[in-house]
């Protein structure tokens, strides 16, 4: 019988591209997934990879065995959930990954009332940024994913996928009390040309929609600091080192020299979705912790 936890360790090769990338995405040692991918060689008959230069790549029956053992284990996937909707019962273990804001502004306080509510259900949390929180769980690492959304910035979420908007928010500008801007209602982006950002890092979709904004400015936004956390930023504003844009959720109080200025002309807003697989729809826990986030996620400012 095929072993699915040795198929995927073989998925996973097939995905990042080597042993050593995959152990290092699943957390095994790549003596350990070489050994479960020889058992499913032994158990299969056939050889599941082929070495090109330094790496590896699935051969062609390794290629049938990814593809068809992934669709058994959906179909595995969605019988449990449906043995577990019979039972009733919001118990096992399952992973809820993401963003930093979210995991303060939402998931911390929505798993605390769950895992009081339901003392057989434990729920693992990794923060991720969307773009990996959505491959983890379309692949079948974690089992739910809170992931944001800003504007037009592309975020493919894959068709196998079910999701749910469950909190509509806005980023703010963060100045200095000196600032020039610091006593307007609101600003609009031109308005910040040539001013110094601090923002997160290359490649994240905050720093892609900082970007965006400044599309109708025919200019770049001038980024002097980077820092991934936005508490850090804020420090950075309140140092007077540069101007912010942080979103509400999760944001905590303000330093007392900085001060939170609305933006127009575009307004910088984004949506949480949360994400799940189909073949885990009828599962109680998954459901359980969905609806939670979504209830939470109303009641949020």
Known sequence: MIDL??????EAVDQFGSVVAAADELGFTPSAVSQQIKRLERQSGVALLERVGRGVILS?????LVAEGSRIAEQLERLESDLQAHAGDVVGQLELVGFSTSMRGLIGPVVAELTVAHPGLQVRLTELEPWDAVERVST????????????DVVLEIPDHLER???HHDEAEVILHATHRLAGRSQ???ADLVDEPWIATPDGTICRQWLHRMFAGTGRLPRIEHVSMEFASHQALVAANLGIALIPRLGRGPLPDD????????PVPARETIVIWRRSQDRSPAVRAVVAALAGAGAGAG
């Open 5 to 10: 936890t040795a198929l995927r360790s073989l």
């Open 60 to 64: 062609g029956p390794g290629r049938i």
């Open 140 to 151: 079948g690492q974690s089992d739910v994913a809170l992931v944001h959304r800003w504007g």
């Open 258 to 265: 900085t001060r939170a200025v609305r933006v127009t002309d």
């Open 164 to 166: 749910r908007v469950v």
């Open 187 to 189: 600003v609009t982006v």
